[in-house]
């Protein structure tokens, strides 16, 4: 009799610690994502910054080649001295050229312009830059990644809420109603989960 009475509480127990302890991992995954979002988005503003640091010295050497140029073309530089300023105008084209390769592979990283347009190293090493657009990229994928840990919480955490509504009630026909409602959000909760799981193995 007693237990018959008491099989809500019984399986309110049960579920409740499953649950939590779901909740507990699917709580430790979102944070690790948190943090792994704010690390991409905090790599794509540095690049952004180097990106811009490039544009800047190209444009300063831009405007040194241009200014050769006219005088040259002007011929307000001419015999001996023009050929030496020649010189210098093809030296500023090939920093220009490089500075745009740089930008380029800044901007879209190593993989995405090939090994033939690696120009700017780190640590030594060439082929070894993301770039921007990439840790933009990863920075919405995590983003997205925590979305789905989010929603998991919410509806774990509510099902927990209606567990507990359950084992301080008297009426069984409410206990069973509220029993319901908690197993679909903790199953809808759990299968979020699982699925978010499945999918962040991508990230390791």
């Known amino acids: 009799m007693d237990i018959k009475k008491n099989k809500y509480e019984i399986l309110c127990s049960v ?3 499953i649950f939590a302890a779901i909740l507990a991992v699917n709580n430790l995954l979102a944070n690790k994502f948190g943090e792994d979002e704010i690390i991409a988005q905090n790599q794509s503003a540095n690049a952004y910054q180097w990106y811009n640091s490039k544009s800047i010295k190209k444009t300063i050497i831009e405007n040194q080649r241009n200014l050769l140029t006219i005088l040259l073309s002007s ?3 001419s015999g001996e001295n023009s050929k030496v300023f020649e010189q210098q105008v093809i030296l500023f084209d090939k920093k220009i050229s490089r500075y745009n390769k740089e930008k380029k592979e800044i901007l879209l990283g190593s ?8 120009a700017q190293k780190i640590d030594g090493e060439l082929g ?3 770039g921007a657009k990439g840790w933009d990229k990863k920075a ?3 983003n997205e990644q925590g979305d789905y840990h989010d929603i998991s919480t919410l509806l774990l955490q509510i099902s927990l809420v209606i567990c507990a ?3 301080v009630l008297h009426t069984d026909k409410i206990k069973k109603t509220l029993f ?6 903790g199953g809808i909760g759990t299968s979020t989960f699982i699925y978010a799981l499945s999918s962040s193995f991508t990230f390791f």
Request: charged share 15%; aromatic share 10%.
């Open 180 to 185: 319901s409602i908690m197993l679909i959000f």
């Open 75 to 77: 011929g307000t530089i």
């Open 128 to 130: 070894k830059i993301i």
């Open 140 to 142: 919405a994928q995590l």
């Open 165 to 167: 509504i359950i084992l």
């Open 15 to 17: 579920f409740l610690s």
């Open 111 to 118: 993989k995405q312009v090939g090994k033939e347009n690696w």
